[in-house]
């Protein structure tokens, strides 16, 4: 069965960072493409960032400058490092394949407030 299990979430004051980590079981995963999405309690899951296989990379305009999304293949792990937080970044982060979705993981909180 596929596990996503997403961490590195918390609480952190406006213009801090965050290391969000998505770790994926089988290594099959390495060859998709991999997206960070966040959602709001009450509204619709957002993209945020996604990574292919060969390591091209896209961002929404909400995050773009402020957010790097990498991967180590090695460690089945999918990154997303959140620079200048603002209180807009509040949400829950999850990740996931770009196409064709496998069951969500439980997300990670990120709150941003001071």
């Known amino acids: 069965?596929?596990?996503l299990v997403e961490s590195g979430g918390g609480l952190v004051q406006p213009g801090g960072s965050l290391r969000l980590s998505c770790a994926y079981s089988g290594s099959i995963f390495n060859a998709y493409t991999m997206g960070w999405f966040r959602q709001v309690s009450g509204k619709g899951r957002e993209l945020v960032?996604?990574?292919t296989s060969g390591g091209t990379t896209k961002y929404a305009?909400?995050?773009q400058g402020r957010c790097t999304i990498s991967r180590d293949k090695a460690k089945?792990?999918?990154y997303l490092q959140m620079n200048r937080l603002n209180p807009d970044d509040t949400a829950v982060y999850y990740?996931?394949?770009?196409y064709s979705a496998v069951p969500w993981g439980q997300g990670t909180q990120v709150t941003v407030s001071s």
């Open 1 to 3: 069965q596929v596990h």
């Open 95 to 98: 990740c996931n394949k770009m």
């Open 49 to 51: 960032a996604s990574i």
């Open 61 to 63: 305009d909400s995050v």
């Open 76 to 78: 089945n792990t999918v």
